[in-house]
C-alpha cells in the first residue's frame, strides 16, 4: 500500500500538469473501485479548474474552483498515469493494461490523466463543499507539520501500553506513516518497536521525530519505495528500496559500523516489523 513519499511523489509530478488547468473532458468507465464512485462525478468534473493539488496523509486531493475537491487514493495497485504530446520523460508501461484505466481527465492543454487501478481497491470520490470527509475527519497530524513534536507525542503516548511501532501507525496520531517508514524511523532512531510507546522518554521522542521526517525526506527524493505496483507519475520505478537498512532485510546483518546483531523479523498487529535486537533498544 503506497504510504506518504509514494503519494507525495505521484502529487509532485501531477501537479505541473493538473493544478491551474481546466478539465475538457472527464470520463467514468465502471460504476466502482473499492467503492462506488460518486454518480455525478463526470458532471462535477467536467468544466472544472483544479485550482490545487494537494495530500493529506495517503490521500491525493484536487480542490475545484466550483466548491468541492476530488478525492483519491491509489490503493494496493492504483497509478496516475500521464500522458500527451511534447510530455517529455513520461511514457506508459505496456504492461499497464488500458481496461484497468477507470477514470480519465483531459485537460484544455491536451494532457491526458489517467487513475489506472488493476485490484480495484483503489477509490475516487467527492467532498462536497463545507461537508467533512470521513476518512480524513480523523487524521492527526502530518510528521512535517509543526505540530508534530516530541512535546505532542509524550502527551499522547501517556500511559500507553501499546507497542511504538503500533502507535506510529495510526493515522488518528500521525497522518501518512506505513509500516516500511515507521521501520525506517525506529531502527535509525535506536527504538525498539515493541517498546511501549508510554515508557519513552521525551528526549528519545525528539530523536525519533528527527529520524521519521529524515527517512521520509529521503524516500520521497528516490521517489518512493517500488516494492510491486508503485510507479512514479513519469512511468519510473521509485529507488528507496535500495536504501532500507532493516526493512525486509531479514537475516542480514545490521548495518551499523560496528554492532554484530542480525535483522529480524517479527509480526505486529498482523504486519511484519524489521529490526535489529542488538542496537535497537
Known amino acids: 500500500m503506497p504510504e506518504l513519499p509514494e503519494v507525495e511523489t505521484v502529487r509532485r509530478g501531477l501537479q505541473p500538469h493538473l493544478e491551474g488547468q481546466r478539465i475538457a473532458r472527464a470520463e467514468v468507465r465502471r460504476p466502482d473501485l473499492r467503492w462506488p464512485l460518486p454518480p455525478d462525478l463526470v458532471q462535477v468534473l467536467t468544466g472544472a ?24 487514493h491509489l490503493g494496493m495497485s492504483g497509478r496516475m498515469l500521464v ?10 508501461d505496456p504492461s499497464i493494461i488500458a481496461r484497468h484505466d477507470h477514470v480519465v481527465l483531459v485537460t484544455e492543454a491536451g494532457t491526458t490523466i489517467t487513475f489506472n487501478d488493476a485490484r480495484r481497491f483503489g477509490m475516487v470520490d467527492l467532498i462536497r463543499e463545507g461537508v467533512a470527509h470521513p476518512l480524513l475527519d480523523h487524521l492527526g497530524p502530518e510528521p512535517f507539520d509543526p505540530a508534530f513534536t516530541a512535546e505532542y507525542l509524550t502527551a499522547i503516548f501517556a500511559r500507553r501500553k501499546a507497542p511504538i ?3 506510529l501507525l495510526d493515522q488518528r496520531i500521525v497522518a501518512g506513516l506505513g509500516n516500511i517508514y515507521v521501520s525506517e524511523a525506529l531502527y535509525r532512531a535506536g527504538i525498539d518497536p515493541r517498546r511501549a510507546a508510554g515508557q519513552i522518554d521525551a528526549t528519545r521522542l525528539a530523536v525519533l521525530v528527527g ?14 519505495s517500488s516494492l510491486r505496483d508503485h510507479r512514479q507519475a513519469t512511468g519510473e ?16 546483518a545490521c548495518p551499523t559500523p560496528g554492532c554484530d546483531g542480525v535483522i529480524q523479523r517479527i509480526v505486529q498487529s498482523g504486519r511484519s516489523s524489521f529490526f535489529c535486537p542488538v542496537c535497537q533498544r
Open 165 to 167: 511501532k503500533q502507535a
Open 237 to 252: 520505478l521509485g529507488y528507496f528500496q535500495h536504501s532500507f537498512r532493516v526493512y525486509d532485510r531479514e537475516g542480514q
Open 83 to 92: 500522458e500527451g504530446a511534447g510530455l517529455a520523460g513520461f511514457h506508459r
Open 211 to 224: 529520524h521519521i521526517r529524515d527517512v521520509l525526506t529521503d524516500a520521497i527524493a528516490a521517489g518512493g
Open 49 to 72: 479548474v483544479v485550482v490545487a493539488l494537494r495530500r493529506r496523509s495517503k490521500y491525493l486531493l484536487a480542490d475545484l474552483d466550483r466548491g468541492g475537491t476530488l478525492l483519491m
